[in-house]
Nanobody, 126 residues
Framework: HVQLVESGGGSVQAGGSMRIPCLASGATHMSTFCRGWFRQAPGKEREAVAQINRATGEQYYADSVKGRFVIAADNAKNQVELQLNSLKPEDTAMYYC???????????????????WGQGTQVTVS
């Protein structure tokens, strides 16, 4: 049984930085093809933020975070993290990590490729 657990969320002032890791447990004999981050603000639809391919390390970002956020994966630890820099109030949302065991990521950042999702961690920017 695969579990994804996010941590590291909290409150930060605009312009600040934050790092949110996501650890995968269970089914460690399987390798993920793609790991990703999504977010959802109150009253808004879920939005893809960033994704990274395990095999190539290739990264994809939403235009709204490009140049400010960085996704990184530590395959040995089954961990992916999102570094959030130059945060803005509009970045306030619940952030979810996701993993795909069967499909690689592509630049369309589509959520349907993902098989497992974490419970989310709240990021609040004021």
């Amino acid at each position: 049984h695969v579990q994804l657990v996010e941590s590291g969320g909290g409150s930060v002032q605009a312009g600040g930085s934050m790092r949110i890791p996501c650890l995968a447990s269970g089914a460690t004999h399987m390798s993920t093809f793609c790991r990703g981050w999504f977010r959802q603000a109150p009253g808004k639809e879920r939005e893809a933020v960033a994704q990274i391919n395990r095999a190539t390390g290739e990264q994809y970002y939403a235009d709204s975070v490009k140049g400010r956020f960085v996704i990184a994966a530590d395959n040995a630890k089954n961990q992916v993290e999102l570094q959030l820099n130059s945060l803005k109030p509009e970045d306030t949302a619940m952030y979810y990590c996701a993993a795909s065991f069967y499909r690689a990521c592509y630049s369309d950042l589509a959520p349907w490729r993902f098989d497992y999702w974490g419970q989310g961690t709240q990021v609040t920017v004021s």
